[in-house]
């Protein structure tokens, strides 16, 4: 593997994306609401779909834009959802 421009910012990429990813888990799991946890939810998201772009890039096939598109779909789906429930719940 080379060591350019492109590798390294793409490595720096990926443990900034584990980074956050690690925050949002403490945060998830400590969580003093259960707010937070769907916010928190709705990030892990997020940073797996970075994940997954991140990896298309690496390997150069755009097949997994699908894939996040579809994370993207359920997460959306599951946060309004959840919302919905906890706003009729009260």
Known sequence: METGFPNISLIISFLLLLGALIITLFRLITGPTIYDRIVSLDLIASIVMGFIL?????????????????????????????????????
Request: hydrophobic content about 55%; overall charge positive.
């Open 54 to 90: 991140l990896y298309s890039i690496v390997v150069n096939k755009a097949v997994y834009f699908d894939v996040v598109i579809v994370i993207s779909l359920i997460a959306f789906i599951g946060t309004v959802s959840i919302s919905t429930y906890l706003k009729t719940k009260k």
